[in-house]
């Protein structure tokens, strides 16, 4: 599947959960031979210059400068140890959030690859700001990793589905990730008991079996493709459950609003990346449309 991931973005703070990241994204770099551009966003003084005297302020632009070159330097030397070539390295300033959308448009990247990384107590319950403001803003699709995995293998993607038509682009993807990297595809219905009567679950499966047949009856030639139900609580939890269980490598989902509101961002894949210690490969809502 040469060609379906041509550019590939991995934003770094140095942190443990980018390394992680940059795992991944050489481990698709090699998949698909695309080219990895590294990006670093140092804070930016620009504010602060404008309140304090000359003095400070180049004291601060001297600082600035230093802060990027080593930056730099950093990223050039975890390439060489690391054995990736990197395509380009840049490193700018200003919000990381808002610099990793910009260049993810202006490198016309295919795949930002990133770690989930909160800051307060409340995000690192949920899922990282930066990391939050990505997945939502992002023109691309967004793989999101956690760190301390000790290996690297991707053989089984799990793909949450409710059989809504703009789910097709989300199983092209998956099926374009499982072709490039010899990986089988689960398609996983969440049945959610909360709101339903016990005696109407037997007559949902029926119906979700029924679909089932009808979706893999299109499966594509080289993957190999399966169906499941599971029952749970929350759709969240019951994929997060389901992929642990199972021993998945990889969860697929598309950021749409379906049309039960059940898988979109804010809800279901902000939480199965809060939820799960496999990494989410998120593809945004403009691909859905």
Same mark, same amino acid.
Request: charged content about 30%; proline content about 3%; aromatic content about 8%.
């Given at each position: 599947?040469? @060609?379906f991931?041509?550019?590939i973005?991995w934003p ?5 959960e #980018?390394?992680e %990241?940059?795992?991944?994204a050489e481990?698709? /770099?090699?998949a698909?031979?695309?080219d990895i551009?590294?990006?670093? !966003?140092a804070p930016?003084?620009m ?5 304090? /005297?000359?003095v400070?302020?180049?004291?601060l632009?001297?600082r600035?400068?230093q802060?990027k070159?080593q930056?730099?330097d950093?990223?050039?030397?975890? @390439?060489?140890?690391k054995?990736?070539d990197?395509?380009?390295? !840049?490193?700018?300033?200003g919000s ?8 993810a448009e202006?490198?016309? !990247?295919?795949l930002?690859?990133?770690?989930k ?9 949920l899922?990282? /700001?930066?990391a939050n403001?990505?997945?939502r803003?992002?023109?691309v699709p967004?793989?999101?990793t956690?760190?301390?995995r000790?290996t $690297? %293998?991707?053989?089984?993607i ?9 789910e097709e682009?989300e199983?092209?993807?998956a099926?374009n990730?499982?072709k490039g990297l010899? %990986?089988s $595809?689960t398609? $996983?219905y969440? $049945?959610?008991?909360?709101g339903?009567?016990?005696?109407? !679950?037997e007559e949902m499966?029926k119906v ?10 299109k499966?594509?030639r080289?993957?190999?493709v399966s169906g499941d139900v599971t029952?749970a609580?929350s #759709? #969240?939890?019951g994929?997060a459950?389901y %992929? ?6 990889l969860?697929?989902? #598309? ?6 509101g059940?898988f979109?961002l ?5 939480k199965v990346?809060s939820a799960?210690d496999l990494?989410v490969f ?8």
């Amino acid at each position: 599947m040469k @060609g379906f991931l041509k550019h590939i973005l991995w934003p770094t703070d140095f942190s443990p959960e #980018a390394q992680e %990241a940059l795992r991944y994204a050489e481990f698709f /770099s090699r998949a698909f031979s695309a080219d990895i551009t590294a990006l670093h !966003v140092a804070p930016d003084f620009m504010p602060a210059m404008y309140q304090n /005297s000359l003095v400070i302020q180049k004291e601060l632009m001297k600082r600035s400068k230093q802060m990027k070159t080593q930056a730099h330097d950093k990223i050039q030397s975890l @390439g060489r140890e690391k054995k990736i070539d990197f395509g380009k390295i !840049v490193v700018t300033e200003g919000s990381a959030a808002k610099k990793i959308v910009e260049e993810a448009e202006k490198e016309k !990247v295919d795949l930002i690859v990133m770690g989930k990384r909160g800051q307060s107590a409340l995000e690192k319950l949920l899922i990282g /700001s930066v990391a939050n403001h990505v997945l939502r803003h992002s023109p691309v699709p967004v793989l999101v990793t956690k760190k301390n995995r000790r290996t $690297l %293998a991707v053989k089984k993607i799990l793909v949450p589905t409710d059989f809504t038509e703009g789910e097709e682009v989300e199983r092209d993807y998956a099926w374009n990730l499982a072709k490039g990297l010899g %990986a089988s $595809l689960t398609l $996983l219905y969440v $049945l959610e008991l909360f709101g339903h009567e016990f005696r109407l !679950v037997e007559e949902m499966l029926k119906v979700v079996d029924e679909k089932f047949k009808q979706s893999l009856g299109k499966k594509r030639r080289g993957v190999e493709v399966s169906g499941d139900v599971t029952k749970a609580i929350s #759709a #969240a939890q019951g994929i997060a459950d389901y %992929a642990e269980k199972h021993r998945f490598d990889l969860i697929v989902m #598309a950021t749409c609003v379906g049309r039960l509101g059940r898988f979109f961002l804010g809800s279901t894949t902000e939480k199965v990346i809060s939820a799960t210690d496999l990494p989410v490969f998120a593809i945004p809502p403009k691909f859905c449309s």
